[in-house]
Antibody
Framework: DVQLVESGGILIQPGGSLRLSCAAS????????MSWVRQAPGKGLEWVSL???????YYADSVRGRFTISRDNSKNTLHLQMNSLRAEDTAVYYC??????????????WGQGTLVTVSS | EVVMTQSPATLSVSPGESATLSCRAS??????LAWYQQKPGQAPRLLIY???TRATGIPARFSGSGSGTEFTLTISSLQSEDFAVYYC??????????FGQGTKVEIK
């Protein structure tokens, strides 16, 4: 069975850095697209970042230059390095699996999410 | 960027009735449209992809239709477990992958 388990969310001060992790099982993350999607409290879903099976990466304008998506293939784990955090980055961060290794892709499996709170 | 607009924001429906949710794209996305269901405190769950194909394990009372810029999710004979927020998402023109703002289906 496909499973995605996020971790790393905490309360952190503005300007701080944080790394989120998503441990995957039931499939190999390097063979498929993987993404991060976030949801601010009481708000809708916002796509954040995606990594292709080839390793190419994409970012939302709101996080480009501050966030970095990466994979640890040996541990089958996806990461999101978050720097220069702002209050508006406060959200539940979901790891989501892409539906295939070729576009177009939707997100067929989601983790339970990890809460990041940016506040002084 | 493709802007996705859902209507209505809230839909009040009695159990056993049907619900029709709309999603409009600011430009054509072909049939590359997905629907997700989200219950309070839970992650989104994929319901429909390719505008009309039900995901694995999704009951037949959920159906999707449309193409281009206009899409519909219909839930026939609403069950108690169907009261939730529903999001549409386009995956035709990316990045970014964009979501609608959601429609909340509540008990009337």
């Amino acid at each position: 069975d496909v499973q995605l388990v996020e971790s790393g969310g905490i309360l952190i001060q503005p300007g701080g850095s944080l790394r989120l992790s998503c441990a995957a099982s039931g499939f190999t993350i390097s063979s498929i697209y993987m993404s991060w999607v976030r949801q601010a409290p009481g708000k809708g879903l916002e796509w954040v970042s995606l990594v292709y099976s080839s390793g190419s990466t994409y970012y939302a304008d709101s996080v480009r230059g501050r966030f970095t998506i990466s994979r640890d293939n040996s541990k089958n784990t996806l990461h999101l390095q978050m720097n220069s955090l702002r209050a508006e980055d406060t959200a539940v961060y979901y790891c989501a699996r892409g539906s295939s290794s070729w576009p177009p892709v939707y997100f067929d499996y989601w983790g339970q999410g990890t809460l990041v709170t940016v506040s002084s | 960027e493709v802007v996705m607009t859902q209507s209505p924001a809230t839909l009040s429906v009695s159990p056993g009735e049907s619900a029709t949710l709309s999603c409009r794209a600011s430009q054509s996305v072909g049939s590359n449209l997905a629907w997700y269901q989200q219950k309070p405190g839970q992650a989104p769950r994929l319901l429909i992809y390719g505008a009309s194909t039900r995901a694995t394990g999704i009951p037949a009372r959920f159906s999707g239709s449309g193409s281009g810029t206009e899409f519909t999710l219909t839930i026939s004979s609403l069950q108690s477990e169907d009261f939730a927020v529903y999001y549409c998402q386009q995956y035709n023109n990316w990045p970014p992958w964009t979501f609608g703002q959601g429609t909340k289906v509540e008990i009337k």
